[in-house]
């Protein structure tokens, strides 16, 4: 198995509490290594696929934590994506409670970036 996680603390405003907290929500997926293969090489200009195939499906899950990263030993909670607003914000919703979290980030500049990396309408 290959797992892949990748993870960003961002804002999140909660339905049950009607605050803004920072949040960590998490994509995770897992693969089979065995199924990965080698393709053909890449025709020229095509971008991404690095001569690699793969012969089965990936599983993924969202995870969100609430207070991330500021709170230790913070959990992890499953959660699906409920679609994106029209202010460009996630809408996430927690399996297990079934509360929503609207999640997003601000426009900002980022240490090593030149242009703009986030945009968030209020």
Not at 65 to 91: H, M, R, V
């Amino acid at each position: 198995m290959m797992w892949s996680v990748a993870l960003q603390t961002m804002n999140g405003i909660r339905s049950s509490t009607k605050s803004e907290a920072q949040v960590g929500p998490a994509i995770v997926s897992q693969a089979v290594l065995a199924n990965f293969g080698l393709g053909p090489p890449d025709p020229p200009g095509a971008p991404w696929l690095f001569g690699l195939t793969y012969a089965g499906t990936t599983n993924y899950r969202t995870l969100v934590s609430f207070n991330f990263p500021y709170e230790k030993d913070t959990p992890f909670f499953d959660a699906y994506n409920d679609g994106i607003l029209p202010t460009n914000q996630w809408n996430w919703r927690v399996k297990a409670t079934n509360e929503s979290v609207v999640i997003n980030g601000y426009s900002g500049y980022y240490r090593g970036s030149d242009n703009q990396q986030a945009n968030f309408i209020r």
